[in-house]
């Protein structure tokens, strides 16, 4: 039986929500964008300042319930800008509010240099029950390789 696959993400200006697309064309998962309650200024010194602040505080804002029921999916991907080197707030909202244990989880980040920052270390602390993959990191939105990197990366990850 085909496994069931949720794409959960979180975008602030597009980036993530590009690569969250690709991976649902290539594994026919379901998309679920996380939006936290108040949405992020949209100016970028603005966020950066307040994505600070929070972070510095473990602040976990309150999230809109666009998350579906999780029991159907074993594979869930968590995607997330590299936001002061971790995910953005409302994606730890999301791993810490809801029940992962036994899932898998596909950590994927789009950063504007800094890589993975500790992503990595970041989600497997908030999903200590679960089997967390390598998260995969794209500079930007990936450019135009973007997807023959997803796909390659699906490939080696066996998805
Ligand atoms: C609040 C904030 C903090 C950021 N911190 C980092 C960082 O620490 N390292 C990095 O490489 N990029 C950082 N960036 C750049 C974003 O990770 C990058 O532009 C990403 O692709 C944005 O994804 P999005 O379009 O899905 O929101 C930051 C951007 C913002 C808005």
Redesign the pocket.
Known sequence: MKKEILIVYY???????KVAKLIQQETGGVLCEIQPEIAYPAS?NA??EQ?KKEIQAGYRPEIKNTVPDLEPYDTIFVGS?????TVAPPIATFLSKNNLSGKTIIPFC??????L?HIQQDINRLCPQSRVLDCFALY??GGTGAKSKIAAWLRKIDI
């Open positions: 975008s602030h200006s597009g980036n993530t929500q970028y966020v950066v994505a800008p590299n936001w002061w080197s789009t950063h504007g240099g800094g890589g920052g930007g939105d």
